[in-house]
Antibody, heavy 124, light 108 residues
Framework: QVQLVQSGAEVRKPGASVKVSCKAS????????FHWVRQAPGQRLEWMGI????????SYSKKFQGRVTMTTSTSTSTVYMELSSLGSADTAVYYC?????????????????WGQGTLVTVSS | EIVLTQSPGTLSLSPGERATLSCRAS???????LAWYQQKVGQAPRLLIY???SRATGIPDRFSGSGSGTDFTLTISRLEPEDFAVYHCQQYGTSPYTFGQGTKLEIK
């Protein structure tokens, strides 16, 4: 069965960086794009960007451009999201989500499987 | 950026009743690329509906989606106890892909 398992909760000080991992299993890793979505307390879900696990091409939301880096490791079927220059507004649960469509159609796609979420807390 | 506005913010109903949730977009959605997700406390969202009206795998047929242009609806025909949760709509046709603020469906 398809599973996306994310790394554990993190606490960072303002100005630091955090890297969250998402390990996929149960299907062909390269067939589906990954999206990253975050949910700050009391806020709506927010799309951060997308990565193609086959080749590593990315597209980021303008809001996070310059601060976010998404990478992939096909050898371990894992995608990563690193966010730098953290501030208190970055305190949120971060989710990886698999595009429901395969191939290039996964760029504009709904998400059929989600990781369990990783809580990132930014506090001095 | 396309803004999605969901209404009502909170819906109080009893098991067995019909629920109608609305999602309105600030501009017409391309190719009706609208999805609905259910989220329970402490859990990740779960896909219910994609492409406005297609049910995801394993989703009961009491869940249905409809709409076009800027107005979309999620209907739950007869509420079961496990349906009380927060529901999010999402447009995935135009980047940045955006979500509504959510509708909380609570037991009356």
């Amino acid at each position: 069965q398809v599973q996306l398992v994310q790394s554990g909760a993190e606490v960072r000080k303002p100005g630091a960086s955090v890297k969250v991992s998402c390990k996929a299993s149960g299907y062909s890793f390269s067939a589906h794009h990954f999206h990253w979505v975050r949910q700050a307390p009391g806020q709506r879900l927010e799309w951060m960007g997308i990565i193609n696990p086959s080749g590593g091409s990315t597209s980021y939301s303008k809001k996070f451009q310059g601060r976010v880096t998404m990478t992939t490791s096909t050898s371990t079927s894992t995608v990563y999201m690193e966010l730098s220059s953290l501030g208190s507004a970055d305190t949120a649960v971060y989710y990886c989500a698999r595009a429901g469509n395969t191939g290039w159609q996964g760029i504009a796609s709904y998400y059929d499987y989600w990781g369990q979420g990783t809580l990132v807390t930014v506090s001095s | 950026e396309i803004v999605l506005t969901q209404s009502p913010g909170t819906l109080s109903l009893s098991p067995g009743e019909r629920a109608t949730l609305s999602c309105r977009a600030s501009q017409s959605l391309s190719r009706s690329f609208l999805a609905w997700y259910q989220q329970k406390v402490g859990q990740a969202p779960r896909l219910l509906i994609y492409a406005t009206s297609s049910r995801a795998t394993g989703i009961p047929d009491r869940f249905s989606g409809s709409g076009s242009g800027t107005d979309f609806t999620l209907t739950i025909s007869r509420l079961e106890p496990e349906d009380f949760a927060v529901y999010h709509c999402q447009q995935y046709g135009t980047s940045p892909y955006t979500f509504g603020q959510g509708t909380k469906l609570e037991i009356k």
